[in-house]
């Protein structure tokens, strides 16, 4: 099971002009490269992730979202100015690749502010029961209304922009989206843990699995009570 819920705030959504405030209490910060390559904008490259890095020191650690064209070149010069890569176009291409991390876009590419797609949440779902040890990321309209629906799927890993750096706040509120995650990560595990002690001692568990939803052979194990 991926462990633990990350929260990054989206430096897209930021005032680029006054990033002091990002020392906060972030897992990651989200950078969206862009060039214009797949989607309409452009954004930051090396040189700004190099200088946020001076300016922050190696924590929170940078998650680099690379909507760029040919982002296999660019993989050394954004691991050299401090990112811990994520490249969207060049996994695509590479069915092969090892990955630890899997991103489901809430939003279409590339603008800030969208109202989440709530269809992509079947994927996050889907990530979640077919890898249960992968990371799994979600980014674009997360916040305080909609984490819990990405967080319930199985989503452990959350981009927020405008929530975070619109916020009056921005620590509390990366601490309530976190504090959401956790509480759906900590009740899949325990209704995961009721429905194997299902299956494992039909009939002894049962009024404990009763409570717990995903048990399935509920009817079955109370006909098998003495
Ligand atoms: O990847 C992105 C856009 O391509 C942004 O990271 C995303 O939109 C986050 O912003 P918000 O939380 O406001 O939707």
Same mark, same amino acid.
């Given at each position: /099971?991926a462990?633990?819920?990350?929260?990054?705030p989206?430096?897209?959504?930021? $005032?680029?002009?006054?990033?002091? +405030?990002?020392?906060?209490?972030?897992? &990651?910060?989200?950078?969206?490269? *862009?060039n214009? &390559? %797949?989607?309409?904008? *452009?954004?930051?490259? !090396? !040189?700004?992730?190099?200088?946020?890095?001076?300016?922050?020191?190696?924590? !929170?650690?940078?998650?680099?979202?690379m909507?760029?064209?040919?982002?296999?070149?660019?993989v050394?010069? +954004?691991?050299? #100015?401090?990112?811990?890569?994520?490249?969207? #176009? %060049?996994?695509?291409?590479?069915?092969?690749?090892?990955? $630890?991390?899997?991103?489901?876009?809430?939003?279409k590419?590339?603008?800030?502010?969208?109202?989440? /797609?709530? $269809? /992509?949440?079947?994927?996050?779902?889907?990530?979640?029961?077919?890898?249960?040890?992968?990371?799994?990321?979600?980014?674009?309209?997360?916040?305080?209304?909609?984490?819990?629906?990405?967080?319930?799927?199985? #989503?452990?890993?959350?981009?927020?922009?405008?929530? *975070?750096?619109?916020?009056?706040d921005?620590?509390? /509120?990366?601490?309530?989206?976190?504090?959401?995650?956790?509480?759906?990560?900590?009740?899949?595990?325990?209704?995961?843990?009721?429905?194997?002690?299902?299956?494992?001692? !039909?009939?002894?568990?049962?009024?404990? =699995?009763?409570?717990?939803?995903? =048990?399935?052979?509920t009817?079955?194990?109370?006909?098998?009570?003495?």
């Amino acid at each position: /099971m991926a462990s633990g819920c990350k929260i990054g705030p989206s430096i897209h959504n930021s $005032d680029l002009a006054s990033l002091g +405030m990002l020392d906060s209490e972030a897992d &990651y910060l989200h950078l969206d490269v *862009i060039n214009g &390559y %797949f989607v309409p904008n *452009i954004t930051f490259g !090396p !040189p700004v992730a190099e200088s946020l890095q001076k300016q922050l020191g190696q924590d !929170p650690s940078f998650d680099v979202h690379m909507m760029v064209s040919r982002p296999e070149e660019w993989v050394k010069p +954004m691991a050299a #100015a401090g990112a811990s890569q994520h490249l969207e #176009a %060049f996994i695509w291409r590479n069915q092969q690749l090892q990955i $630890d991390t899997a991103l489901v876009m809430t939003v279409k590419h590339g603008l800030v502010g969208q109202k989440l /797609m709530k $269809d /992509m949440t079947r994927k996050v779902h889907w990530l979640r029961t077919q890898f249960p040890s992968l990371d799994t990321e979600v980014d674009g309209g997360v916040g305080p209304d909609t984490i819990h629906k990405c967080a319930e799927a199985g #989503a452990n890993t959350i981009v927020s922009g405008s929530a *975070i750096m619109k916020s009056e706040d921005p620590r509390s /509120m990366i601490n309530l989206l976190r504090t959401v995650c956790s509480d759906a990560q900590n009740k899949r595990k325990w209704d995961r843990d009721q429905a194997g002690t299902c299956e494992a001692i !039909p009939g002894i568990k049962v009024f404990q =699995c009763l409570r717990s939803l995903v =048990c399935r052979k509920t009817a079955f194990s109370l006909i098998d009570l003495p």
